[in-house]
């Protein structure tokens, strides 16, 4: 089981990936909670430097909702977690947690459901992003 769904981007600069990812998930049903800027946190606290790296915690109220009642442990991995990076080679990354290594863990009854609904959101965030930066 792969542990994310990814998508490679050439020719769209991270912000304009970022602003596409960011309005898909909307799209899909998903706000986001969090924002991490690990380039920036890992500068100021370690001086160290890295190519651009943001996790958005992005989160589908309905779909945590029913996973939470399935298993409170489910908290633990909420909400799912969508990496947009620069990859070195010129090209901006965008991954979402794959909802199935989740029911994996957690395989409460029910956990599966929503997994499998909330992989299909994501996928089709992700396939929106693609026909935007077609």
Same mark, same amino acid.
């Given at each position: 089981?792969?542990?994310?769904?990814? &998508? +490679?981007?050439?020719?769209?600069? $991270?912000?304009?990936?970022?602003?596409r +990812? &960011? =309005? =898909?998930?909307?799209a899909?049903g $998903?706000?986001?909670? +969090?924002?991490? *800027?690990?380039?920036?946190? %890992? &500068?100021?606290?370690l001086?160290?430097?890295?190519?651009?790296?943001t996790?958005?915690?992005a989160?589908n109220?309905? %779909?945590?909702?029913?996973?939470?009642?399935? +298993?409170?442990?489910?908290g !633990?991995? !909420?909400?799912? #977690?969508?990496?947009?990076? @620069? #990859?070195?080679?010129? @090209?901006?990354? /965008? @991954?979402?947690? #794959?909802?199935?290594?989740?029911?994996?863990v957690?395989?409460?009854?029910?956990?599966?459901? /929503?997994?499998? @609904?909330?992989?299909?959101?994501?996928?089709?965030?992700? #396939?929106? /992003? *693609? &026909?935007e930066?077609?």
């Amino acid at each position: 089981m792969k542990l994310g769904l990814s &998508r +490679t981007y050439r020719g769209a600069g $991270f912000d304009e990936v970022m602003a596409r +990812t &960011r =309005a =898909a998930l909307a799209a899909a049903g $998903f706000g986001v909670l +969090t924002e991490i *800027d690990v380039q920036a946190t %890992l &500068r100021e606290k370690l001086d160290e430097r890295m190519e651009r790296y943001t996790i958005l915690g992005a989160c589908n109220p309905a %779909l945590a909702h029913r996973a939470l009642e399935a +298993t409170r442990e489910i908290g !633990l991995l !909420l909400p799912c #977690n969508v990496v947009v990076r @620069e #990859n070195g080679a010129g @090209e901006t990354v /965008v @991954e979402a947690i #794959n909802p199935a290594v989740m029911a994996e863990v957690a395989p409460a009854a029910g956990v599966s459901e /929503v997994a499998g @609904e909330a992989a299909e959101l994501l996928e089709s965030a992700l #396939n929106a /992003v *693609d &026909r935007e930066l077609a």
